[in-house]
């Protein structure tokens, strides 16, 4: 079965330990830690304690690469994934994610393919590059990533979908991990309600059933096709009136993926694929 995963960002700006404790409650398989400003996401001592406190596997690093945490590590883009990548050794997680260089680290951004396959050869982790999205500014779209914000045109061996990401960019979900194919590794389950160009300009990570994404699509695709990467709730939970009400979101987007990563939806998947393989091909004997 699929891991599902609760990403620290659930509960932000909570510290990590509310994130285990909440994850273990709410029946998750194991935490993302995203490295911010609070020292004990820095550090593998603390997050193996936490580990084993809650009995909670650590499954992926999230580098630091957000504008709130620009100054975490020191200004180095590239210090910043060595170091994520070191951690993510050093607490057993298989995965670091990361986002493509801003556009004004030209230097990073030239040698930025490389510089993820080298760190991920040194450490032996798995380094998936995450989908981002246009900026607008003045009613125009901005160039704000080097490459660019899609992953699907870069060559980079493993790739994270966020589905939040992709309602803002406008891309169709299910296409861009037909797209990828073998080199999805990660998926961010969470939602969006629209595109920058359609008037949305805030990043939402909605649960996943509460947006326009075809995410429930995406999850039973992945299932039949017998996709062995991690799934990593990273939903805004800030709203929730209290702890009660922030863990019942937490397991309603659990529960979202439990149903959409069973083996019956992957039974059902396949047979809607004979089916359409019948209609063009009358006659056709599928092997099982």
């Avoid at 945490?69 to 070191?86: C, E, M, S």
């Avoid at 439990?258 to 019948?278: F, I």
Wanted: proline fraction near 6%.
């Amino acid at each position: 079965m699929i891991r599902v995963g609760m990403s620290t960002t659930c509960v932000y700006p909570l510290e990590p330990e509310h994130a285990f404790r909440l994850a273990k409650l709410a029946g998750y398989d194991g935490i993302e830690i995203m490295v911010t400003q609070e020292e004990s996401t820095q550090q593998p001592e603390p997050l193996l304690e936490l580990s084993r406190r809650y009995s909670l596997p650590i499954l992926s690093i999230h580098a630091p690469v957000l504008l709130l945490t620009h100054f975490v590590w020191g200004r180095d883009p590239r210090v910043k994934l060595d170091r994520t990548a070191a951690l993510a050794a050093a607490v057993g997680a298989g995965s670091v994610v990361v986002h493509p260089p801003f556009r004004w680290q030209a230097t990073y951004a030239s040698n930025f393919l490389s510089i993820v396959r080298e760190i991920s050869e040194k450490y032996d982790v798995e380094i998936a590059v995450e989908n981002m999205f246009p900026w607008r500014a003045a009613g125009r779209n901005m160039k704000a990533y080097a490459p660019g914000w899609d992953p699907r045109i870069m060559d980079c061996d493993a790739v994270t979908l966020d589905f939040s990401h992709a309602a803002l960019s406008g891309v169709d979900s299910l296409q861009f991990a037909n797209d990828l194919g073998d080199r999805l590794r990660h998926v961010h389950l969470c939602d969006g309600s629209g595109a920058i160009g359609e008037g949305q300009i805030f990043d939402e990570h909605l649960l996943p059933g509460h947006g326009r994404e075809p995410v429930a699509e995406v999850l039973e695709t992945l299932t039949a096709r017998g996709w062995t990467g991690s799934i990593v709730a990273e939903v805004n939970t800030r709203k929730a009136k209290s702890e009660r009400e922030r863990l019942e979101l937490l397991r309603e987007t659990l529960e979202f993926a439990r149903r959409h990563t069973q083996p019956t939806r992957r039974r059902r998947v396949l047979t809607r694929s004979r089916r359409a393989l019948e209609a063009i091909m009358p006659g056709h004997r599928h092997e099982t």
